[in-house]
Structure formats: structure tokens, C-alpha cells
């Protein structure tokens, strides 16, 4: 028979191992909803970003922005998916799912899902991303459809404009989201999509990051979809 002490501490034992081990936990970041982003046609979006409850998702870090540049022989029709490029319908189609907020078996790394689909996180000119895409603001995002005018942000009605820069991988000098025949050419361009045509379309994803404590990896929220942009003309 096992003595009471030793039975004791045997279930002492188990508990403790049970505790420490635990329950895994789940670490996830809420969706920015497509109610707060509006759009006017091609050159223009705000989005109210949300606030974070840090005393729930402490382990959120920042907002961001991803995009891809599609090149097109035509004009494309935000709401004529008939009138993307084939590059630009596959890819959608394919972060449909990930971003649909009633699809909840979409467990793919969406880092990973941006990366294989040539998805770059936008910049900002003489700014940190961080520091532009604050929860609780309210960023509007303007293309503008003069020739040479570069797309830029303005915050909280701030009349300040900062240009939008493209992902630091790209090269310099030119960053900026101007359509040029270096940007259409140049096979340096991994932002870009390969294709023939003369004009130049942004395609614009907004998640929410945050670090997994646990298994130290980043964390993402579901993308929601901005906009297409039209990239106004070079000089």
C-alpha cells in the first residue's frame, strides 16, 4: 500500500507539472475592420485604426501596411475584377480567405502568405512606420492624379503630407510610388509584377503585429484590404 506522505507527494508533483506545463496559450489579434476604411475610386482611403486594449493583447506591437505594384496594358476597375491583370486576380483571390473575418480555418502565417506573394510593408518617408500607423488615429492615404505628385498620408486631419515610401528592399534612389519605365523594367523591382503596360496600380493590405511570448515568433491579424491605387506619372 503507498504511504499517504508519499501518495501526496506524488499528486503535488503531477499538479505542479500539469500547472507549469498549462494550457497552451492562444495568441491572436483582432481584425481591422472593413467598416473603418473608406475609399474614393482609385485615389483615396482613410482608415480609422483601431485602439488596442493592451491589458488583453499586451503582446501586440504595431500596425502595418503591405503592398504589391501591378503593371497593366489597361485601366482597372475596382469594381470589375473582370479588368484586373491575371497577377493581381490571382493574388487577391488568394488573400480572400485569410481576410474574410468569418473564415476561421485560415491558420496560414500571413507573413508567410505576403511573402510568397511578393507582398512588401510600406514605408514612409523620414518616418517609422510605428509611429505613423498609431491605434486610436485616423490616416488618410492620397494618390494623387496629377503627373509627379507623389502619394502621400496625412494624419488626423493634420494637413502634412508624408510621402509614402516603397519597402526598404527596393533601390534606391526612387522609392516613391511614381509610374516610370524604371519601375515597369527594372527586373531589380521585386514589388512588382511582371508585366507589360503603361499604367500602375497599388494593391494595399493593413494587419495588426504583435510577438507570440511564448514561441517567440510574430504575430499577425487577419489583412483587410484598403484599396487599389492608381500610381500617378512620373515627370
Known amino acids: 500500500m503507498i504511504q499517504p506522505r508519499i ?75 473582370n479588368s484586373y491583370t491575371s ?25 508567410q502568405l505576403f511573402r510568397n506573394r511578393n507582398y512588401h510593408e510600406l514605408w514612409f518617408e523620414g518616418e517609422n512606420p510605428v509611429s505613423i500607423l498609431q491605434p486610436g488615429s485616423l490616416l488618410n492615404i492620397i494618390f494623387p492624379t496629377a503627373s509627379g505628385d507623389y502619394p502621400y498620408v496625412t494624419l488626423n486631419g493634420n494637413a502634412k ?4 515610401n516603397r519597402s526598404v528592399r527596393e ?8 509610374n516610370s519605365l524604371e519601375l515597369r523594367i527594372n527586373e531589380r523591382n521585386d ?5 507589360s503596360g503603361s499604367n500602375a496600380y497599388v494593391s494595399m493590405y493593413i494587419v495588426a503585429k504583435g510577438n507570440d511570448t511564448v ?9 483587410t484590404h484598403i484599396n487599389f491605387f492608381k500610381l500617378p506619372d512620373g515627370n
Do not use: W
Request: net charge negative; glycine share 4%; charged share 15%.
Open 7 to 81: 501518495l501526496g507527494t506524488f499528486v503535488l508533483l503531477f499538479f505542479s507539472l500539469f500547472i507549469s506545463c498549462g494550457i497552451e496559450e492562444y495568441f491572436y489579434l483582432p481584425q481591422v475592420p472593413q467598416g473603418n476604411i473608406s475609399t474614393n475610386f482609385d485615389t483615396n482611403a482613410s482608415i480609422h485604426i483601431p485602439p488596442v486594449d493592451m491589458s488583453e493583447f499586451y503582446y501586440f506591437t504595431n500596425y502595418a501596411i503591405y503592398y504589391r505594384i501591378y503593371i497593366s496594358d489597361t485601366l482597372i476597375e475596382i469594381e470589375n475584377t
Open 87 to 111: 497577377e493581381l486576380r490571382q493574388d487577391f483571390n488568394a488573400i480572400a480567405p485569410y481576410a474574410d473575418p468569418t473564415n476561421s480555418s485560415a491558420g496560414t502565417s500571413i507573413d
Open 161 to 164: 503630407r508624408i510621402n509614402l
Open 171 to 178: 533601390p534606391a534612389p526612387n522609392r516613391f510610388f511614381i
Open 191 to 195: 514589388d512588382v509584377s511582371r508585366r
Open 215 to 223: 514561441n517567440f515568433k510574430e504575430v499577425f491579424s487577419k489583412p
